[in-house]
Nanobody, 124 residues
Framework: QVQLVESGGGSVQAGDSLRLSCAAS????????MGWFRQSPGKEREFVAG????????YYADSVKGRFTISTDNTKNTVYLQMSSLKPEDTAAYYC?????????????????WGHGTQVTVSS
């Protein structure tokens, strides 16, 4: 069984930075793809960023490209999402997800494992 636990959310001002962490446990993740998604009230869950744990390739949604960076510390089985230049429209619950595949998928249904989420609120 895979467990994902997010942390690092909070309330910040526009222009600030936050780093989210996702600690994974339960199996070997070397051939997994990890993703960050977000969801606001009344909206569908949307892809934010993804990373392949085997090769390190990354992929970003256009809305966060240049502002967010996804990275991993494989020694700690932890995935990070560094968020900079935050905007009010980044306000959402952020979820970490994992899938047993090498490629990133933008479809949340492609991910079998999910964390419980961490709230990010950006005020103007």
């Amino acid at each position: 069984q895979v467990q994902l636990v997010e942390s690092g959310g909070g309330s910040v001002q526009a222009g600030d930075s936050l780093r989210l962490s996702c600690a994974a446990s339960g199996r070997t993740f070397s051939n997994y793809n990890m993703g960050w998604f977000r969801q606001s009230p009344g909206k569908e869950r949307e892809f934010v960023a993804g990373i392949s744990l085997s090769g390190g390739s990354t992929y970003y949604a256009d809305s966060v490209k240049g502002r967010f960076t996804i990275s991993t510390d494989n020694t700690k089985n932890t995935v990070y999402l560094q968020m900079s230049s935050l905007k009010p429209e980044d306000t959402a619950a952020y979820y970490c997800a994992a899938r047993a595949a090498l490629s990133t998928s933008l479809n949340p249904r492609a991910y079998a494992y999910w964390g419980h989420g961490t709230q990010v609120t950006v005020s103007s």
